[in-house]
């Protein structure tokens, strides 16, 4: 499956990453993950990030369009994409926070190739792209931020309604919810296993054969060794 998870900062979009893909890698399966979108990106080091953060704003624009631009062909190419944020992410923290001195994100972002990114997507005939836009209450966000507040956090709580909302439009907006590839999820009160549950179940119409029929085999415990016998394919513990 490849997976576009959006949705506003500390809705819980690396836990439910990670987990799928540890899901995927249960059955020996590669995934590739994209989770660097967010300025400053998370994967860098330390000494990184705070170069980033600094950057001139439009080295910063220029760098997360073609790090977007590059992206259409990883989800072209890849089975088992796991990308969050993605170019939606990028045009809400722009408009809402470019303009202030104290961000990391830049005001020059050019709005005008959203639609552009996903119908290229969308020509490759993938079957089984899916949008998901996570969510959850004011509360859960403004909870999950005074428990564990990240180091360059790009929100603040005044905005957690309104930047809800610009997710909302800008999905309303996405080609893949028009063709029908997109699924909601909603995180408060939730936990991290229910919710990924929760999102085997809402995708199994939007994934293929061949990995509905992975999401029926029996979920190994530990490593195993895959070996056939008399053409029967069996998982024998390592």
């Known amino acids: 499956m490849r997976c576009i998870f959006v949705g506003i900062e500390y809705v819980g979009k690396s836990t439910l990453i990670n987990l799928l893909q540890g899901y995927y890698q249960c059955f020996k399966l590669n995934t590739h993950l994209d989770d660097h979108f967010t300025i400053p990106d998370a994967s860098l080091s330390p000494a990184s990030r705070d170069v980033l953060v600094g950057l001139p704003d439009d080295i910063k624009e220029r760098t997360q369009r073609m790090q977007i631009q590059y992206h259409v062909d990883v989800i072209k190419n890849y089975p088992n994409t796991l990308i969050a944020g993605w170019h939606i992410e990028e045009a809400i923290y722009s408009a809402v926070y470019g303009a202030e001195s104290e961000s990391p994100y830049y005001g020059n972002y050019h709005y005008g ?3 552009l990114y996903e119908s290229q997507v969308l020509e490759a005939h993938l079957p089984d792209v899916v949008l998901i836009h996570m969510t959850a209450s004011d509360t859960a966000i403004s ?3 005074q428990a564990s507040p990240h180091q360059y956090q790009i929100i603040q709580e005044k905005d957690i309604s309104e930047i809800k909302q610009r997710f909302e439009e800008e999905v309303s907006k996405s080609l893949f919810t028009q063709k029908g590839r997109k699924i909601v999820l909603d995180t408060t009160e ?5 919710s990924l549950d929760e ?4 995708t199994e119409s939007l994934i293929t054969i061949g990995e509905l029929a992975m999401r029926s085999l029996s979920l190994p415990e530990g490593d195993y060794r895959v070996e056939y016998e ?3 394919r069996q998982m024998i513990p390592a």
């Open 190 to 194: 939730k936990s991290p296993q229910e």
């Open 230 to 232: 008399n053409g029967v």
């Open 199 to 202: 999102l085997l179940g809402k």
């Open 113 to 115: 190739f959203q639609r």
């Open 143 to 145: 909870e999950r931020m």
